[in-house]
């Protein structure tokens, strides 16, 4: 294996938190808008950066949890996995579902031996996430876990037994909003979880507040009245009056992929 991050990511990950360090879990690689570029003591904690920040690795994790019982972050956030939670799989031509409500929430039970262990990695992930959230409460310090909105009759991470335990704890608030005013390509209904963090609702808008605009996909030239890009399948939509008619091929990513705005 050879270090392929910058030098400022070399020197996070071989030093030990300072006093007024954030973790971020399940981080990704850095980005506009991430904690260090705002000037913030940030541990970035994802196998992205690091095959020894990999939270399915136990090692790695007794190091991180300790790390967590002996209070050396100030604040906590994540937003754990959630492929195999999607509630839009299977639409559009995509992967099945692999979860369900009730006790179909660890597994559908016709899944495959690799399917199950997607899914066991994913709620491995997520419980651990839950935990760190329930130390910092614990410890009387901020958290947000960010997910997909929540949508009724659909599977959703914060429905596990862990979350469910979080969401009981006092201060302890969902909150949903749509990233479109960030600039997503989408509206992407998102849900949180926080403590002793704050989303203005003038920011963080609870709907969207965009106007219904022509535009034509990519690929058939197809007119469609909408306000976003709808993150269904592979298809792309561009601006009516900036679509040129050409071959564009067949596209390679799901959409969801390029939606995160923020």
């Known amino acids: ?13 071989s030093s030990a938190p300072s006093a007024s360090c ?20 940030c541990v970035n904690y994802d196998i992205m950066l690091c095959p020894s920040r990999d939270l399915l690795d136990s090692a790695a994790w007794v190091k991180l949890a300790s790390q967590v019982e002996r209070e050396s972050f100030v604040g906590y956030q994540s937003g754990p996995v959630c492929t195999t939670f999607a509630a839009v799989r299977g639409l559009a031509g995509g992967p099945p579902p692999l979860r369900g409500l009730g006790k179909h929430l660890y597994g559908l039970p016709d899944l495959t031996t690799a399917q199950r262990q ?3 990695r994913d709620t491995l992930i997520a419980d651990r996430c839950a935990w760190i ?6 410890q009387g310090k901020p958290f947000a876990i960010e997910q997909p909105g929540v949508r009724q009759g659909k599977p959703h991470m914060f429905q ?7 969401r009981r704890l006092p201060g302890v608030k969902l909150v949903s909003y749509v990233q479109c005013p960030f600039g997503s ?18 920011r963080f808008k609870p709907s969207c507040p965009h106007r219904h605009r022509w535009f034509r996909y990519e690929d058939t030239g197809e007119w469609v009245w909408t306000r976003h890009q709808t993150l269904l399948g592979k298809r792309r939509i ?4 900036d679509y040129k008619a050409a071959h564009h091929g067949h596209p390679v990513d799901y959409l969801t992929k390029a939606a995160s705005a923020y």
């Open 118 to 120: 997607q899914v066991e």
């Open 133 to 138: 959230a329930m130390r910092m409460h614990e």
């Open 160 to 166: 596990l037994p862990s979350y469910l335990a979080l």
């Open 238 to 241: 561009v601006l009516a009056k």
């Open 1 to 13: 294996w050879a270090w392929g991050g910058t030098e400022q990511e070399a020197k996070q990950l």
């Open 185 to 202: 390509i989408s509206e992407k209904r998102t849900s949180m979880l926080v403590r002793l963090v704050e989303l203005p609702r003038w």
């Open 22 to 41: 954030i973790l971020h879990a399940c981080s990704g690689p850095e980005r506009a808008g991430s904690y260090s570029q705002l000037g913030l003591d």
